[in-house]
Protein backbone atom coordinates (compact mmCIF):
# COMPACT_ATOMS: atom_id res chain seq x y z
CA UNK A 1 0.00 0.00 0.00
CA UNK A 2 1.14 3.59 -0.14
CA UNK A 3 2.24 6.23 2.03
CA UNK A 4 -1.27 7.66 0.78
CA UNK A 5 -3.12 4.70 2.57
CA UNK A 6 -6.24 4.91 3.62
CA UNK A 7 -7.80 3.88 6.74
CA UNK A 8 -11.29 3.68 7.86
CA UNK A 9 -12.29 5.04 10.90
CA UNK A 10 -15.89 4.91 12.13
CA UNK A 11 -17.74 6.13 9.24
CA UNK A 12 -14.80 8.41 7.76
CA UNK A 13 -11.95 8.27 5.96
CA UNK A 14 -8.45 9.42 6.76
CA UNK A 15 -5.49 9.94 4.71
CA UNK A 16 -2.31 8.97 5.42
CA UNK A 17 -0.53 12.37 4.55
CA UNK A 18 -1.83 15.33 5.95
CA UNK A 19 -2.94 18.07 3.29
CA UNK A 20 -1.00 21.42 3.54
CA UNK A 21 -4.52 22.99 4.35
CA UNK A 22 -4.96 20.95 7.35
CA UNK A 23 -1.15 21.81 8.67
CA UNK A 24 -2.32 25.35 7.80
CA UNK A 25 -5.73 24.59 10.20
CA UNK A 26 -3.81 22.80 12.76
CA UNK A 27 -1.61 26.42 13.07
CA UNK A 28 -4.16 28.78 13.20
CA UNK A 29 -6.57 27.09 15.65
CA UNK A 30 -3.94 26.79 18.24
CA UNK A 31 -1.99 29.80 17.02
CA UNK A 32 0.98 28.49 16.52
CA UNK A 33 3.88 27.79 13.58
CA UNK A 34 4.64 23.96 13.36
CA UNK A 35 8.18 23.43 13.01
CA UNK A 36 9.45 22.79 9.03
CA UNK A 37 10.38 19.07 9.84
CA UNK A 38 6.99 18.37 11.49
CA UNK A 39 5.24 19.68 8.72
CA UNK A 40 7.30 17.33 6.05
CA UNK A 41 6.51 15.08 8.20
CA UNK A 42 3.06 15.07 8.27
CA UNK A 43 2.72 15.83 4.48
CA UNK A 44 4.23 12.39 3.59
CA UNK A 45 3.10 10.64 6.88
CA UNK A 46 4.49 7.03 6.32
CA UNK A 47 2.29 4.60 5.66
CA UNK A 48 3.46 1.94 8.70
CA UNK A 49 2.07 4.51 11.38
CA UNK A 50 -1.31 3.05 9.60
CA UNK A 51 -0.68 -0.05 8.32
CA UNK A 52 1.53 -1.52 11.25
CA UNK A 53 -0.61 -2.20 14.45
CA UNK A 54 -0.51 -3.76 17.56
CA UNK A 55 -3.21 -6.69 18.69
CA UNK A 56 -4.24 -5.25 21.67
CA UNK A 57 -6.63 -8.74 21.83
CA UNK A 58 -9.71 -6.74 22.03
CA UNK A 59 -8.83 -4.04 19.36
CA UNK A 60 -6.26 -3.60 16.60
CA UNK A 61 -4.28 0.19 17.56
CA UNK A 62 -2.32 1.26 15.00
CA UNK A 63 0.39 4.41 15.95
CA UNK A 64 -1.45 6.61 13.56
CA UNK A 65 -4.55 6.18 16.42
CA UNK A 66 -2.90 7.18 19.57
CA UNK A 67 0.88 7.46 19.93
CA UNK A 68 2.15 9.56 16.70
CA UNK A 69 -1.27 11.33 15.33
CA UNK A 70 -2.16 12.02 11.82
CA UNK A 71 -5.63 13.57 12.24
CA UNK A 72 -5.92 17.25 12.16
CA UNK A 73 -8.80 16.82 14.31
CA UNK A 74 -7.50 14.88 16.86
CA UNK A 75 -3.83 16.95 17.03
CA UNK A 76 -5.90 19.96 17.81
CA UNK A 77 -8.34 18.72 20.40
CA UNK A 78 -4.95 17.13 22.25
CA UNK A 79 -3.14 20.29 22.01
CA UNK A 80 -6.75 21.77 23.28
CA UNK A 81 -7.11 19.49 26.23
CA UNK A 82 -3.58 20.01 27.47
CA UNK A 83 -3.50 24.09 27.29
CA UNK A 84 -7.24 23.68 29.63
CA UNK A 85 -6.81 25.91 32.32
CA UNK A 86 -6.32 24.70 36.18
CA UNK A 87 -5.13 21.52 35.02
CA UNK A 88 -1.57 21.45 37.10
CA UNK A 89 1.19 19.95 34.29
CA UNK A 90 4.48 20.61 35.68
CA UNK A 91 6.71 19.70 38.88
CA UNK A 92 5.87 23.50 40.61
CA UNK A 93 1.95 22.40 39.36
CA UNK A 94 2.31 24.89 36.70
CA UNK A 95 0.10 24.86 33.63
CA UNK A 96 1.11 23.23 30.63
CA UNK A 97 4.18 24.60 28.59
CA UNK A 98 3.03 26.51 25.29
CA UNK A 99 6.27 25.05 23.66
CA UNK A 100 5.29 21.62 23.67
CA UNK A 101 2.88 20.42 20.85
CA UNK A 102 1.59 16.93 21.30
CA UNK A 103 1.30 14.62 18.65
CA UNK A 104 0.38 11.71 20.38
CA UNK A 105 -0.70 10.11 23.63
CA UNK A 106 -0.36 6.84 25.38
CA UNK A 107 -4.18 6.88 26.81
CA UNK A 108 -2.76 6.87 30.42
CA UNK A 109 -1.77 10.33 30.76
CA UNK A 110 1.55 10.56 29.35
CA UNK A 111 2.26 12.37 26.35
CA UNK A 112 4.54 12.01 23.25
CA UNK A 113 5.69 16.41 22.44
CA UNK A 114 7.79 18.39 19.98
CA UNK A 115 9.29 21.36 21.16
CA UNK A 116 8.44 24.30 19.05
CA UNK A 117 10.82 26.66 19.99
CA UNK A 118 13.74 24.91 19.63
CA UNK A 119 15.59 23.68 16.50
CA UNK A 120 15.99 20.35 17.80
CA UNK A 121 13.88 18.05 15.73
CA UNK A 122 13.94 15.26 18.59
CA UNK A 123 10.34 13.77 20.45
CA UNK A 124 9.89 14.38 23.89
CA UNK A 125 7.73 12.27 26.51
CA UNK A 126 5.99 13.97 29.27
CA UNK A 127 5.43 11.43 32.23
CA UNK A 128 2.66 12.46 34.12
CA UNK A 129 3.61 10.76 37.26
CA UNK A 130 6.92 12.73 37.55
CA UNK A 131 5.35 15.67 36.26
CA UNK A 132 8.10 16.31 33.64
CA UNK A 133 9.42 16.07 30.07
CA UNK A 134 12.60 14.28 28.64
CA UNK A 135 14.00 13.82 25.35
CA UNK A 136 12.86 10.74 24.22
CA UNK A 137 14.23 10.17 20.33
CA UNK A 138 16.36 11.96 18.20
CA UNK A 139 13.90 12.49 14.91
CA UNK A 140 10.27 12.01 14.31
CA UNK A 141 11.97 9.10 12.54
CA UNK A 142 13.62 7.69 14.90
CA UNK A 143 9.82 7.69 16.99
CA UNK A 144 8.57 6.45 13.90
CA UNK A 145 11.29 3.22 14.23
CA UNK A 146 10.47 2.58 17.55
CA UNK A 147 6.82 2.47 18.00
CA UNK A 148 6.76 -0.22 14.83
CA UNK A 149 9.36 -1.94 16.26
CA UNK A 150 7.83 -2.17 19.67
CA UNK A 151 4.66 -3.03 17.61
CA UNK A 152 5.95 -6.00 15.36
CA UNK A 153 8.01 -7.36 19.03
CA UNK A 154 4.50 -7.33 20.93
CA UNK A 155 2.69 -8.85 18.19
CA UNK A 156 5.71 -11.44 18.04
CA UNK A 157 5.16 -12.30 21.34
CA UNK A 158 1.82 -12.17 21.56
CA UNK A 159 1.11 -14.80 18.85
CA UNK A 160 4.34 -17.21 20.38
CA UNK A 161 2.08 -17.51 23.64
Known sequence: MSDVALLSKGSSWRCGMVRKHDI???????????????????????STLIETKADLGWKQEAPADREFRNDPDEIVSLNRDVRSP?????????PWP???FVIGDDECGNYWVIDLDSDDEGVW???????????????L???QAALV???????SEKSEN
Open 24 to 46: DRIETELAVTLPTHYRDFLASFP
Open 86 to 94: GTPWTEDEG
Open 98 to 100: DRY
Open 125 to 139: FYDHELSRFERQHES
Open 141 to 143: QAF
Open 149 to 155: KEINEWN
